[in-house]
């Protein structure tokens, strides 16, 4: 039995001249919550399509648990896309039984199955109402119903807190929890940092087609801080001077970022800027890793020569509204 609820290996994909996909290489390990993070236009969409088997890849592999053969597998998989569409003249518990039966679940196991799916996402006592009465908050845990439905061992869920106040994006992070705790992968597709931050064991970022990093977040958190340091102007020279000090060194026009950052970098670099006259306004320390490591990463892979991805962005958004319609 594989140790992988998600392998993928040099995984390509193209719509006409445009190359979104451009070898990505990706585990996601059985009872993880992997994020997949990226900029918009970067892919994402098209990648959890491909897992999902709504795309054909044209090079390379993507194995669920082990497997390439996606119709065996469909049953093993839950998924919520992010804007999922319900006909809100049914209740609730009537969109869940019918999704029910073409799982091939009926008669006393479908009725208990709909009873404790329903408990677990907080809507016992709306199940009998219309899903057209529902809120936002609501619709986004019957879509976790009915992800959930079928017992998959493996969940895809597109970015779940999508139109939620804060109160709600809370309450999702601990049904989510709530669900990898019972046994769930769950493959989180999101460009939302608190949900990353809230939820996952691990992360991986996708620029340009690849995955660009990949990092643990326990590993993330005790890196330990950030600092930034606000300058009046940093000329060019002394900005390539700094960033040749290591990978940890971000520069911008008025700014100087060190992630993660120690005693002796933090030497180096005001030194360095005191020697070049640069005025230094002041020493921010933070402590946010996981947008550090986010924002470096797709500043260092969007910094490398690629081919551009211009219309990357469009084709998704056309390619899922497509997909959905179906």
């Not at 950052?261 to 005191?274: G, I, K, N, P, Y």
């Not at 211009?310 to 998704?316: C, D, R």
Request: proline share 5%; glycine share 8%.
């Amino acid at each position: 039995m594989s140790d992988q609820a998600i392998s993928i290996s040099h995984l390509h994909k193209s719509y006409g001249p445009l190359h979104v996909l451009r070898g990505v290489e990706l585990d996601v390990a059985r009872g993880d919550i992997f994020g997949l993070l990226g900029p918009n236009g970067a892919g994402k969409t098209t990648l959890t399509h491909t897992v999902l088997g709504l795309l054909r890849p044209d090079d390379g592999t993507v194995r669920i648990f082990g497997s390439e053969d996606r119709e065996k597998m469909s049953k093993r998989i839950g998924y919520l896309p992010e804007r999922p569409r319900y006909h809100g003249q049914f209740t609730g518990r009537e969109y869940l039984s019918s999704l029910g039966r073409l799982s091939d679940l009926s008669g006393k196991q479908l009725h208990d199955r709909i009873d404790a799916v329903v408990e677990i996402v907080g809507l016992g006592q709306a199940a009998e109402r219309r899903i057209g009465t529902y809120s936002k908050g609501m619709l986004q845990r019957i879509g976790i119903a009915q992800a959930v439905l079928h017992e998959p061992e493996l969940l895809i869920i597109d970015e779940p807190a999508s139109g939620l106040d804060p109160g709600g994006q809370r309450e999702m992070a601990m049904l989510l929890r709530t669900l990898s705790d019972a046994g769930h992968t769950i493959f989180l597709c999101t460009h939302q940092l608190t949900d990353v931050a809230r939820l996952c064991d691990r992360i991986g970022v996708l620029v340009n087609g690849r995955i660009a990093d990949i990092a643990s977040l326990p590993e993330l958190r005790a890196r330990g801080q950030s600092v930034t340091i606000n300058v009046a102007d940093l000329p060019h020279d002394t900005a390539d001077a700094l960033e040749s000090l290591g990978p940890e060194v971000r520069c911008e026009r008025v700014s100087v970022t060190l992630f993660p950052t120690s005693d002796r970098l933090m030497e180096a670099v005001l030194r360095r800027l005191l020697d070049d006259g640069v005025v230094v306004q002041s020493v921010v320390p933070e402590a946010d890793a996981l947008e550090h490591f986010y924002h470096n990463t797709v500043h260092q892979a969007k910094s490398a020569p690629a081919q551009p991805l211009a219309s990357a962005e469009t084709s998704e958004e056309l390619l899922e509204t497509l997909i959905e319609d179906r």
